[in-house]
C-alpha cells in the first residue's frame, strides 16, 4: 500500500512541476489569449447566447480550480526545498542562531517573538553607524556591552590625555 503512495505522490509531483512550468510559459500564455480571441470572434456566430457564455466561464473556472492545486504542490515543493538549504546555511554557519533552523514552524505568537530581537539586533547596528555590524540574537547584547565598554575606556583614556 506505501509503495502504491509513494508511487503516486511521485507521479503526481513530476506531473504538477512539469504542468507548472509549461503553464508559466510564454507559449501558453500565447494559447490562452489565442483561445480567448477565439472565443470573441464566435460570439457573433453563436448570438453572444448565455451557452457561449457559459462555455467560457465553464472552461476557465475548471482549469483555474485545478491549476490551484498544481501550482500548490510545486510552491510547496519549492518551499521545503529554500527552507532546507536556509537551514543548511544557518547550521553550517559559526555565528549563526542555531534557533532558527526550522522557524516555519514556530507560531505566530514565537515568530513575533523572534522578530522583536531582530528589531533589537537593527537598533543595535543603527547605534554603532557601521552597515557592516553583524549580530546573531545570542551575542548581539554580549558584543554591545564588549564595544561599549572600550568605547567608554577611550573616552576616559583620551580625556585622561587632554587633563
Not at 504538477?16 to 512550468?21: F, G, P
Not at 494559447?31 to 470573441?40: E, H, N, Q, R, Y
Not at 483555474?64 to 521545503?80: A, C, E, P, Y
Not at 555590524?133 to 564588549?146: P, V
Request: aromatic share 8%.
Amino acid at each position: 500500500m506505501k509503495t502504491k503512495k509513494k508511487s503516486f505522490r511521485k507521479i503526481f509531483d513530476q506531473f504538477s512541476t512539469r504542468l507548472t512550468k509549461a503553464t508559466g510559459s510564454p507559449a501558453a500564455f500565447l494559447t490562452a489569449l489565442c483561445t480567448i480571441i477565439l472565443w470573441l470572434v464566435s460570439g457573433p456566430v453563436f448570438g453572444f447566447s448565455d451557452t457561449w457564455q457559459l462555455v467560457i466561464n465553464t472552461g476557465t473556472t475548471i482549469i483555474t480550480f485545478l491549476m490551484v492545486f498544481m501550482i500548490q504542490q510545486s510552491q510547496n515543493k519549492d518551499t521545503m526545498a529554500l527552507h532546507l538549504k536556509m537551514n543548511e546555511l544557518i547550521a553550517a554557519h559559526e555565528g549563526a542562531s542555531n534557533r532558527l533552523i526550522n522557524s516555519e514552524d514556530l507560531t505566530e505568537e514565537e515568530l513575533i517573538v523572534l522578530k522583536k530581537f531582530y528589531i533589537k539586533l537593527s537598533d543595535l547596528a543603527r547605534r554603532e553607524m557601521d552597515i557592516h555590524a553583524t549580530h546573531s540574537i545570542d551575542e548581539a547584547a554580549e558584543n554591545h556591552q564588549e564595544k561599549m565598554q572600550v568605547h567608554q575606556s577611550g573616552r576616559r583614556k583620551s580625556k585622561a590625555a587632554v587633563k
